[in-house]
C-alpha cells in the first residue's frame, strides 16, 4: 500500500509518498493538470511496482472538488478529502510552534491517511449528474449571496444621501429590475421630483407590474416628500454609486434567472429529482441544493444517522464529569443547512404530520428555531429512508409514530 499526501495550491501540488510503515519514498512538487498527473502515475509506478493495484493507493488532500480530484478518483485511488482544521490538530503532534511548510504539510496529510484513515470520510462517489447538479445549484446560490451583498451596499449609499428611494421603492422590493431601472432613471432627489407617473408606469408596464397605476402614483408621492439636501458635487458623486450598485444587480438579477433554468434542468434530469420533490417543502431549487451536498453515493450515508450527522441537523453530547450537556452542531456544512432549514419551513404549511411535530415540540418549551431544526433532523431521517428503499414520500407513512397520541 502506498500512502499520498497532496498538498495543493493554484498551480502546483506538493506530494509525498510513504509506504504502510510510515517510510518516506519520495517527495516532489508536480504541476496542476495532465502532466502533473501523469508525473504522479510515474512515481506511483516507480515505488508499487507495475502491478500495483490502484485500490491500494490512498491519498489525503484537503479539497473534495475540482478536475484534480477526479482524475484521482477516476484512477482508482482511495481518496479522502480532510478539513483543514483536522490536519492543522494533527500537526500538533509534532510540535507547538505553529510552523508551516506545504511539504510539512503534504507530510502530514500522508501520516493521516496511514494512521487515522478510518476516522475519515472518503470522497464521496457520485455521479456525473450528482455533480452537474452540484455544480449549478452552488453557482446560483453564490449569485443570489452576492446580489444581498451589492443590495446591502446600494441600500447604505441611498440612506446617506436619498433615503426617499428606500420607501418609494419598498413596495416594488429595490433588487427588482424595474425598481433600480427608476433608479437609474432619476438616482437624485432633484430628478426624480421630475419623474412623472406617465415615465414610472411605463416602466413597469414594461416589467408587467400589476396595479400598477396605484403603484406608479406610490412611488411618485413617496419621491416627492421633502428631504435634507447634500452639495451638489457630493450627491452627484453618491447618484454616480449607486447607479454603478444598481446596474451590477440588474446583471445579477439575469444571470440569477438563467442559472435557475439550468438547476432546474439538472436536477429534474436526475433519477433521484422524483423521491425529492414528493418530501414536503421541496421544490425545484430546494431539492436541487439537498441533492447536491448529500451527493447520490448510496454507500456514502450507512444510516440515517450518518446522513443526519451529515447534515448537521442530529445534535451532539458533551459530557465530562458531573456536566452533559446536549448541544446543536454548529461545524457543519452551511449550504446543505440552509437548504433542509427552508425545507422545514416551508413544510410546516406543505405537511400536517410535520406540523404535528413541531407543535408538539412547541409544546415542550422548546424554542422557535429549536423546534423548526428538529423537525429538519427528522425530515433528513425520512429522506434517507425513501431514498434507501426508492419509495417516494408518504404522509401516512412517515408519520404513523408521530402523530399517535401517546407517542412520545
Keep these: 500500500m502506498l500512502l499520498i499526501g497532496d498538498d495543493w495550491a493554484e498551480d502546483h501540488h506538493d506530494v509525498e509518498v510513504q509506504d504502510d510503515a510510515g517510510r518516506k519514498l519520495a517527495a516532489a512538487r508536480l504541476s496542476e493538470g495532465v502532466q502533473g498527473i501523469a508525473k504522479l502515475h510515474e512515481l506511483l509506478a516507480k515505488h508499487g511496482g507495475g502491478d500495483l493495484d490502484p485500490a491500494a493507493v490512498v491519498v489525503g488532500i484537503e479539497t473534495d472538488r475540482g478536475s484534480w480530484v477526479q482524475a484521482l478518483i477516476a484512477s482508482g485511488y482511495q481518496v479522502y478529502a480532510i478539513n483543514p482544521r483536522q ?3 494533527f500537526k ?4 507547538t510552534s505553529g510552523a508551516k511548510s506545504d511539504k510539512g504539510d503534504a507530510h502530514a496529510l500522508a501520516d493521516m491517511v496511514r494512521i487515522d484513515r478510518d476516522q475519515l470520510r472518503p470522497v464521496a462517489g457520485d455521479s456525473e449528474q450528482a455533480q452537474a447538479v452540484k455544480v449549478v445549484a452552488r453557482a446560483h446560490q453564490t449569485l443570489i449571496r452576492e446580489r444581498t451583498r451589492t443590495f446591502q451596499r446600494l441600500r447604505s449609499t441611498l440612506r446617506e444621501y436619498f433615503p426617499a428611494a428606500l420607501s418609494a421603492y419598498a413596495d ?5 429590475t424595474d425598481a433600480l431601472e427608476l433608479l437609474i432613471k432619476a438616482p437624485t432627489p432633484a430628478a ?3 419623474l412623472t407617473r406617465t415615465q414610472i408606469t411605463a416602466v413597469l408596464a414594461r416589467h408587467r407590474r400589476r396595479h400598477r397605476d396605484a403603484k406608479a402614483a406610490t412611488v411618485q408621492t413617496a419621491l416627492r416628500e421633502p428631504q435634507l439636501d447634500l452639495p451638489e458635487p457630493v450627491t452627484a458623486a453618491y447618484a454616480a454609486t449607486a447607479t454603478a450598485h444598481a446596474r451590477l444587480i ?4 439575469e444571470q440569477i434567472d438563467a442559472m435557475e433554468v439550468q438547476v432546474k434542468a439538472h436536477f429534474l434530469a436526475h433519477p433521484d429529482a422524483e423521491i425529492y420533490l414528493s418530501m414536503p417543502g421541496i421544490a425545484e431549487i430546494t431539492g436541487a441544493r439537498v441533492l447536491a451536498e448529500f451527493g447520490d453515493d448510496p454507500t456514502r450515508y450507512a444510516s440515517a444517522k450518518a446522513r443526519k450527522n451529515y447534515a ?3 445534535p451532539t453530547t458533551r459530557a465530562s464529569g458531573k456536566s452533559h450537556t446536549v448541544q446543536a452542531r454548529y461545524v457543519r456544512n452551511n449550504r446543505l443547512a440552509d437548504a433542509l432549514q427552508r425545507q422545514a419551513f416551508a413544510a410546516l404549511r406543505a405537511s400536517p404530520g410535520a406540523r404535528h411535530y413541531y407543535d408538539r415540540q412547541r409544546a415542550r418549551e422548546a424554542a422557535y428555531n429549536p423546534a423548526l431544526h428538529q423537525l429538519g433532523n427528522r425530515l433528513v431521517g425520512i429522506l434517507h429512508g425513501c431514498l434507501k428503499t426508492r419509495t417516494l414520500y408518504d404522509e401516512a407513512t412517515a408519520w404513523s409514530h408521530h402523530t399517535h397520541p401517546h407517542a412520545a
Design 87 to 89: 490536519v492543522a490538530r
Design 92 to 95: 500538533e503532534r509534532y510540535g
Design 172 to 176: 416594488l422590493e429595490l433588487t427588482s
Design 192 to 194: 426624480a421630483v421630475k
Design 250 to 253: 440588474i446583471t445579477l438579477n
Design 312 to 314: 448537521g441537523t442530529s
